[in-house]
């Protein structure tokens, strides 16, 4: 059972950049049909997609966070990674990494809390 773990400072000066890393084990970032998102909740609301990036490197952004996203893996250590550029107190919450399959399954890493703040 394929199993996620995010990480990265809990902490984040605004302007400043956001880095976090997702780490996969029992299973691999190549895998066929399998993207890798980050996803973040905002305290009190809804799940908001951020991006993923697919099987063969691919990258995938929400249109309003694209300007300042990106995504990159690095398959020898089966990671994926988000970077979050010039960040404000609104990009305060809880991201996660999760695998979605072409089937519709999904995976979800149990999340890390992120505050931005001087």
């Known amino acids: 059972q394929v199993q996620l773990q995010e990480s990265g400072p809990g902490l984040v000066k605004p302007s400043q950049m956001l880095s976090l890393t997702c780490t996969v084990s029992?299973?691999?970032?190549?895998?066929?049909?399998?993207?890798w998102n980050w996803i973040r909740q905002h305290p009190g609301k809804g799940l908001e997609w951020v991006g993923a990036?697919?099987?063969?490197?691919?990258?995938f952004y929400r249109p309003s966070l694209k300007s300042r996203t990106s995504i990159s893996r690095d398959t020898s250590k089966n990671q994926f990674s988000l970077q979050l550029s010039s960040v404000t107190p609104e990009d305060t919450g809880n991201y996660y990494c999760?695998?979605?399959?072409?089937?519709?399954?999904?995976?979800w890493g149990q999340g890390t809390q992120v505050t931005v703040s001087s």
């Open positions: 999760a695998t979605s399959r072409a089937d519709g399954l999904q995976t």
């Open positions: 990036i697919a099987d063969d490197g691919r990258t």
């Open positions: 029992c299973g691999s970032i190549t895998t066929s049909s399998y993207a």
